[in-house]
């Protein structure tokens, strides 16, 4: 890597969330572009190597793919399902989505997770 991209990183590295958060909107805003384009461009559907040699799969990752209309109710629910998530962070992540709210859970904690979001109006899948 050059130099310029070196001190880039790690100015970035010891900033806040928020303060990154503020940095990708205005190189939005800057260069005319969305860092969401960058995410839709992913392939969504991967299958893991165990789903392929046909064992039933323990650990679940919690995608919250979109908001919906009611973006404080899913703020709220994101907070209910991690914890830890201050409120902004919480308001970033869901701004953000497609998102992953919770990775390697068991079955009956991401069910549970998905259940929340979808209820106050969210779009979550497991994968």
């Given at each position: 890597m050059n130099d310029k991209?070196?001190?880039i990183i790690d100015e970035v590295s010891v900033?806040?969330?928020?303060?990154?958060?503020?940095?990708v909107k205005a190189l939005e805003e800057k260069f005319g572009v969305s860092?969401?384009?960058?995410?839709?461009?992913?392939?969504t559907a991967v299958?893991?190597?165990?789903?392929?040699a046909g064992e039933e799969q323990t650990t679940f990752n919690v995608v919250?793919?979109?908001?919906?209309?009611?973006k404080i109710s899913v703020i709220k629910a994101v907070r209910e399902?991690?914890?830890?998530l201050g409120l902004a962070e919480a308001k970033t992540l869901v701004e953000s989505a497609p998102k992953e709210v919770l990775t390697g859970v068991n079955k009956a904690t991401a069910e549970e997770a998905k259940k929340?979001?979808?209820a106050v109006g969210a779009t979550a899948e497991l994968k």
């Open positions: 991209i070196t001190k900033m806040t969330i928020l303060e990154v958060a503020d940095l860092a969401q384009m960058a995410v839709a461009a992913t392939p299958e893991s190597p165990t789903a392929e919250l793919t979109a908001a919906g209309a009611n399902v991690v914890p830890t929340k979001l979808e």
